[in-house]
C-alpha cells in the first residue's frame, strides 16, 4: 500500500508525491466509473407510477473529489495522529462543500465556517507529519498500556467490571435526577435499555460463536420464539411474565436443539448458510401463519410488565399510587432497565462459569480444532447441541423481554438484519471475550441512536435530510473495516479458562478463534 | 395439463435468472472457498443500474429501438457492474487472504449490507417501475381451459441465458484465462509457483462472475419489472441454494440447480401455497447441505487433516 520508501528524511519527497497523485487520481476514476449511473441518476416514480429521471452531477462530483483526496491523504501521512486529524478535516470540508451545494437554506457562515475548520485540519495533519519526520518514532507501548503499567491504573484495570457495574446501576437515577422524568425517558429507553437487550444478546450468540465457534447468522430466531412464547402465553392463557419467562427460555432451547440436530455435521461456513435459512423459515413461519401469529398485524395488547404483581398503570393500586410518586410512565421504563440489566448480568454470570466447567472447556476446544477434539475423546454432539441450547435459551430469555416491553410483537422485528446486527456486535467486540461485546454493542447500538440526535445535519443539507438512514450503511462498511483492519475485534488479546500459575493473556494470533 | 406447461415455462424462465446469479457464487467458492455473500447485492446493482441507463438512453440520447437500447443496457451494464465487483474484491476480500476462516464471511455480510443500504440512500426505498418491455406473446396452444401462453420477453430471457453460456463456457475451457481460472480452482500454491498470476487471476473471477450476476439484473428487470434495494437478498440467497443443489464448484451444476429452483419455486406456487414459496427455496437449502452437500454434480470433498 505504502508507496513511498519509509527511511527518507524528508516525508514529501517527489517520488512519493507522484506516486500519491497517480493513485488519487485512480481512486477518482474508479469513483466515477463506479458512481456513474447510481449516483448521478436518480429514477423517482411520479403520480403517474413513471419513473422520471433526474440528475445529480454534484453529488458525482462530490463524491470523486472526496475519495480520490482521501486516498492521496491516506498516502501521504503515514503518523496515525497526521492521518486521523487529516481524515476528519477531509470528512468536514466535505460536509460544508456538500451543504454549499445541496441546501441553499444553510447559513453561509455555518458553511465557510465548517470548510475552513476543515481545510485547517487537514493542513494541522501535514504539519504533525512534517514535525515528526525528523524524530523517530518511539517504540514503547501505546498510551493504553502506559496507563495500565501505573499502579492506579492497575488498580482501575482490577476494579473496572466493578466501577462499569457501579456506572450502570446509577445510570436511570442520575439521568432520573439530573433531566426530570420526562426528559430522561428517552436517554433510559432508547440508550440504556436498547443497548443492555443488545448486549444480552450478544452474551447470548457469544457463547454459540465466540466459545462454541459455530457461525450462527439466524440467532433472531431464538429472539423471535422468546418473543412470541411470551405473547402466546400471556394472551392466550394469562400467564404472567415471571413465569412465561423461563418457558420462553426452555421453547427456545428446544428450538435450538431442533435446529442444532441436523446441521452438526456442517462445516463453518455451511453452517452459517442452513442457519440463516432457518432463521428466515421461522420469520416466513411467523408472517404466514396467521391463525396462530395474527400474520404481519402482529400480537399487540400484550399484559405489560408489574412490579411483582403491581401494574405501572395511573390506577389505584398502581405503581405511582402505592408508593404516593406522582405517575409518569418513567417508573416503568427504570424496572425495565434493572430487568434487563439483571438479566444480562445472569447471562454474563452463566457464561463466565461455565467456561470453567468441562463443557465450556469442550466448547473453546471444539472452536480450536474440531479433530483433534474428537480425538480426545470429546463427545462433539452433546458439545455442540448444549452451545446451541443454552445460546438459544439465553436469546428466547432476552425475546420475551423484548415483547413485555413493548407489549407489542411482530414478525418485522425479527428479520435477518437483525441476526446480522447482534453477529456484527460479537465479530466487532472479539468473539470469545464479555466485556468487548458490551463494548460493541455499546458502540453499535448506542451510536446508531446518536445518529438521530444529529439534527444539526438538517441544518447543512436541508430538512430532507435523515441521518438514520445511514445507519445501517455505517454498520455495514464497520463490519467490512472491522475485518480488515482488526479481524480479530476491539479485545484481541484471550485469558485463558484455566490455567497453571498465572494468569497470562494468549494473543490472538495463536488462537483460531471462530474458525469452524 | 396446460397450467404445468404454462409453470413449466414460467419455471425455465425464472431458473435461467437464478442459473446465471448461481454460477458467480459457485465459480468463487471453488477459487477461494468462500461464499460471497454480497453477490446477491451486486446483482440488485446491476439491476439498479440497468434500470437507469435505460432511462437515461430513452431520455437523453432518444434511441427508440428496444432491441437496440436492451443491448446497449447490456453491454454497459456488464462493465459498470463488473467494475463494482472487482473493487469489492479489492477492498473487502483480498485484504484478508489468509486471516482466519469466518473473516470473509463476515466481511461479505458487512458489504452485504452496505451494498443495499448503499442503494437505498442514494437511490430511495420506493419501487422503481419500468414500463413493461417485450409485451408480445405467443398463444401454443388454445381451446382448453385456458391459452398457455409464451411471452417473447421469455424468449429473451432464455435466449440470452443461453447465449451467455456458451460464451462463458467457451472461455472457462478453451482460452488461458479459463484454464489458470481451473489451476487456481485445483491448486492456487502450485499455479502461483508455475506462474500464473494468482491474485489476477482471482480478480477475473469475480469479475465474470458480476457479468453474469448483471445480466441476470437485466433479464429480471425484463421478467418483473420493478426492482427495490431490497431486491438482492432473497434472489442472492436462492441462487446460492441453487448453486449447493447443483454441487458447490461446478458450472454446470450451478445451472441446473438454478432451473431446478426455478421450477420449484414456480410450481411450488402454483401447486401448493405462494406464501410459502421461498420457505421452499430456503427447505433445498437445508436439506442439501445436510444430506448431500456436494450436490447432485460436484465432487464430494474429502476433509485432510
Redesign the interface.
Known amino acids: 500500500m505504502a508507496g513511498g520508501s519509509g527511511d527518507s528524511t524528508t516525508p514529501f519527497d517527489s517520488g512519493r508525491l507522484t506516486y500519491a497523485v497517480k493513485q488519487a487520481g485512480f481512486a477518482g476514476l ?1 469513483t466515477a ?2 458512481g ?4 448521478a ?5 411520479d403520480i403517474r ?3 422520471a ?1 433526474q440528475t445529480r452531477w454534484s ?1 458525482l462530483v462530490t463524491a470523486i473529489v472526496l475519495l480520490a483526496a482521501a486516498r492521496f491523504l491516506s498516502l501521504m501521512l503515514d503518523g496515525w495522529r497526521a492521518r486521523t486529524l487529516a481524515m476528519a478535516g477531509l470528512l468536514m470540508a466535505a460536509f460544508g462543500l456538500g451543504s454549499a451545494w445541496f441546501a441553499s437554506q444553510a447559513a453561509p457562515a455555518l458553511v465557510w465556517g465548517t470548510i475552513a475548520a476543515g481545510l485547517l485540519c487537514i493542513g494541522a495533519g501535514f504539519w504533525l507529519e512534517l514535525r515528526a519526520a525528523g524524530t523517530t518514532a518511539p517504540a514503547g507501548p501505546g498510551p493504553l498500556r502506559r496507563i495500565a503499567a501505573t499502579r492506579a491504573g492497575a488498580l482501575l484495570g482490577n476494579w473496572s467490571a466493578w466501577i462499569g457495574l457501579g456506572a450502570l446501576i446509577a445510570f436511570p437515577l442520575v439521568m432520573l435526577g439530573w433531566l426530570g422524568p420526562a426528559g430522561s425517558l428517552k436517554w433510559i429507553n432508547n440508550y440504556g435499555v436498547q443497548i443492555l437487550i443488545f448486549v444480552m444478546l450478544g452474551w447470548g450468540l457469544n457463547i454459540v460463536v465466540g466459545l462454541a465457534g459455530l ?1 450462527d ?1 439466524g440467532y433472531v430466531a431464538f429472539y423471535a420464539v422468546g418473543a412470541y412464547s411470551y405473547a402466546l402465553l400471556a394472551t392466550t392463557f394469562g400467564l404472567t411474565f415471571w413465569i412465561c419467562l423461563p418457558l420462553a427460555g426452555i421453547l427456545a432451547a428446544f428450538t435450538g436443539i431442533l435446529l442444532g440436530f ?2 452438526l ?6 453452517l ?3 442457519t ?3 432463521g ?2 421461522i420469520y ?2 411467523l ?2 401463519w396467521v391463525d396462530l401469529t395474527n400474520g404481519e398485524a402482529g400480537i399487540s395488547s400484550i399484559p405489560r410488565v408489574t412490579f411483582f404483581g403491581i401494574t405501572f398503570y395511573d390506577e389505584p393500586g398502581g405503581f405511582s399510587e402505592l408508593f404516593g410518586l406522582t405517575f409518569s410512565p418513567i417508573y416503568r421504563t427504570i424496572f425495565l432497565f434493572y430487568l434487563i440489566l439483571f438479566l444480562a448480568l445472569v447471562t454474563n454470570f452463566a457464561t463466565l462459569r461455565l467456561r470453567r466447567m468441562p463443557i465450556g472447556r469442550a466448547w473453546e476446544a471444539l472452536r480450536e480444532d474440531e ?1 483433534a477434539c474428537r480425538s480426545l475423546g470429546i463427545n462433539t454432539v452433546n458439545t455442540k447441541l448444549t452451545a446451541f441450547a443454552l445460546g438459544a435459551m439465553f436469546g428466547g430469555f432476552a425475546g420475551s423481554f423484548f415483547a413485555v416491553r413493548q407489549g407489542f410483537v411482530s414478525p418485522n422485528s425479527f428479520t ?2 437483525e441476526s ?1 446486527t447482534i ?2 456486535i460479537v ?1 466487532l467486540g472479539g468473539m470469545g471475550s464479555q466485556i468487548g461485546v458490551a463494548l460493541a454493542a455499546i458502540v453499535m447500538i448506542g451510536g446508531t441512536e446518536l445518529l438521530r440526535e444529529l439534527d444539526f445535519l438538517k441544518q447543512l443539507f436541508g430538512n430532507d435530510f435523515d441521518p438514520a ?5 455505517i ?6 473495516v ?3 483492519f482488526r ?1 480479530r475485534g476491539f479485545i484481541s488479546t484471550r485469558a485463558p479458562s484455566i490455567f497453571l500459575k498465572k494468569r497470562k493473556g494468549v494473543s490472538s494470533e495463536f488462537v ?5 | 395439463m396446460e397450467n404445468f406447461l404454462q409453470q413449466l415455462i414460467n419455471g425455465v424462465t425464472l431458473g435461467s435468472i437464478y442459473g446465471l446469479i448461481a454460477i458467480g457464487y459457485t465459480m468463487v467458492f471453488g477459487i477461494i472457498g ?2 460471497n455473500f454480497a453477490h446477491g447485492d451486486v446483482f440488485m ?1 446491476s439491476a ?2 440497468a ?3 435505460f ?2 438512453i430513452t ?1 437523453f440520447l432518444g434511441i427508440s429501438s428496444l432491441f437496440l437500447a436492451f443491448f446497449i443496457v447490456l453491454l454497459a451494464g456488464m462493465v ?1 457492474t463488473s ?2 465487483s472487482w ?1 469489492i474484491e479489492r ?2 476480500y483480498r ?2 487472504r489468509g ?9 461479505a ?16 426505498p ?6 413493461p418491455m417485450f409485451n408480445d406473446v405467443i398463444k401454443l396452444t388454445s381451446g382448453g381451459d385456458f391459452d398457455v401462453t409464451l411471452a417473447y420477453k421469455q424468449i429473451v430471457i432464455v435466449a440470452v441465458t443461453a447465449l451467455l453460456l456458451a460464451i462463458f463456457w467457451f472461455v472457462v475451457q478453451k482460452t488461458s484465462l479459463g484454464r489458470a481460472q481451473r489451476a487456481c480452482e485445483q491448486d492456487r500454491k502450485m499455479a502461483a509457483l508455475l506462474g500464473i498470476n494468482v491474485d489476477r487471476t482471482i480478480s477475473i473471477t469475480f469479475v465474470i462472475g458480476a457479468a453474469l450476476a448483471s445480466v441476470a439484473g437485466v433479464l429480471y428487470l425484463v421478467n418483473y419489472g420493478v426492482v427495490s434495494f431490497a431486491d438482492g ?1 432473497i434472489p442472492g ?1 436462492k441462487a ?2 441453487a448453486a ?1 443443489l447443483g454441487g458447490i464448484g461446478s458450472i454446470p451444476g450451478a445451472v441446473l440447480g438454478g432451473l431446478l429452483i426455478g421450477l420449484v419455486e414456480v410450481l411450488w406456487s402454483a401447486y401448493v401455497s405462494s ?2 414459496k ?2 421452499a427455496a ?2 433445498i ?2 436439506v442439501a ?2 444430506f448431500m ?1 456436494s450436490g447432485l454434480l460436484g465432487k464430494p470433498e474429502i ?1 485432510k ?1
Open positions: 474508479l466509473g463506479l456513474f449511473p447510481i449516483i441518476f436518480r429514477a423517482e416514480p407510477n413513471q419513473l429521471l453529488w457461525l447468522l441436523p446441521v455435521r456442517l462445516r463453518g461456513d455451511y452459517a448458510l442452513v440463516l435459512a432457518f428466515e423459515i416466513l413461519v408472517l404466514n479433530i435477518f438484519i446480522a453477529l456484527s465479530v438512514l445511514y445507519r445501517m450503511l454498520f455495514g462498511l464497520a463490519m467490512v472491522m475485518m480488515v479481524p483460531g478463534q471462530g474458525s469452524g | 468462500m461464499i446493482v439498479f443500474i434500470m437507469l441507463l432511462l437515461a431520455a459498470l467494475l463494482w473493487t477492498i473487502a485484504p484478508l486471516s482466519f476462516r469466518l473473516a470473509p464471511l463476515i466481511s455480510i458487512g458489504m452485504s449490507i452496505f451494498l443495499a443500504n448503499f442503494v437505498q440512500v442514494v437511490q430511495g420506493r419501487n422503481k417501475p419500468l414500463p437478498f440467497v446460492f441454494t449447493v406464501d410459502y421461498n420457505v430456503f427447505s437449502l437445508i447441505l445436510i452437500p476433509e487433516v
